[in-house]
Each structure stands twice: as C-alpha cells, then as structure tokens.
C-alpha cells in the first residue's frame, strides 16, 4: 500500500474564526492538487464517520480552530504524541478537541490511530456568527501552510517508518 496522507480541516464557516480549519485546508488543497497521495478533506463539525477515512490514512494532518490560551492568530503544531496529550489535555477547550479525543479513542480502540499524526491548531478571536475570518486569524493562515507543508514533507519522508514500528 502506497503512502496516503489525510488532511482534515474542521470547523464552521459560518462562525467566524471557527472556520480557519476548512479555510487553511482548501489553501493547501488548491497548493498540493498535484499529489495523488494527499487527501484533503472537509471534516465539518466532526462525526463518527470520520473513523473511517482515518482509518484508511497512513499519514493524518488535522488543522483546527484551538484553545491555546494565546494571543488571537497564534499557530500551533503538536506532533504525534504531543497531538494525543493536547487533545486529553484540553478536554474542555472547544467542541472539536472532544469530537477530535473521542475519534482518537476509537481510532486506538480499532488500531487505526495513524502512526504519523499531527494537529495545527489556530487561536481564534471570534466565535460568532460571521462568514468571514477575524483580520488576526486571516493574517495566520501563511503560517499554517507553511507548517503544513513542512509537517507534509516529514510525513513523505519515510514512506518505511511504520514498518519499524510493528504496524
């Protein structure tokens, strides 16, 4: 099986900021059309029916509006391990981490949580009706394509990886 990638933007782009997670990941859709092995995905205000595409993915990229007790518009990544402790972590920050926990818990439970897995998570200002992004947040969005790419680039760089871990 070859190398496939999952990039899954959540939110509503009807609440204002809620929405960068969509919006960040049409971006890098329309920037990475060329790779067969990327999948991009509108993962909306998360279900359980994403357990299935996850489960499919050898690679999972989530970007997501986030809690992160900073300054409106602040970016950040969380790596494999580090992505599953934010997501315990901030159980109670945001709808989605505990949509985000609750699919990870069934994606262990099946054995499918991807070996390669991270999570952008971006502060937001405004959570409110809005169809458009705060200028704080807006103004982010370059930097979560560029730590995207950068995160894409590690995931494709060892296309073996898993098989040293057992998986």
């Known amino acids: 099986m070859g190398m496939k990638i999952l990039v899954l933007g959540i939110g509503n782009t009807l609440l204002a900021d809620e929405g960068v997670g969509i919006v960040a990941m049409r971006e890098l859709e329309a920037r990475f ?3 067969a092995d990327i999948e991009f995905l509108d993962g909306g205000t998360l279900s359980f029916t994403l357990a299935v595409p996850i489960s499919e993915c050898t690679a999972l990229l989530v970007i997501d509006a986030a809690e992160l007790d900073a300054a ?8 494999g391990e580090e992505m599953d402790r934010f997501l315990g972590a901030n159980r109670k920050s945001s709808v989605h981490e505990v949509g985000l926990l609750d699919l990870m818990s069934i994606s262990r439970l ?19 009706w809005g169809e458009t992004l705060t200028p704080a947040v807006a103004a982010a969005l370059p930097e ?5 790419a950068g995160i894409i680039g590690r995931f494709t760089i060892h296309p073996d990886a898993a098989m040293h871990h057992g998986i």
Do not use: K, N
């Open 144 to 148: 979560v394509c560029a730590i995207a």
């Open 72 to 79: 409106a518009g602040t970016v950040r990544s969380f790596e």
């Open 110 to 128: 099946t054995g499918r949580w991807p070996e390669r897995r991270a999570l952008i998570g971006i502060q937001p200002a405004l959570v409110d």
């Open 33 to 35: 059309s060329a790779r």
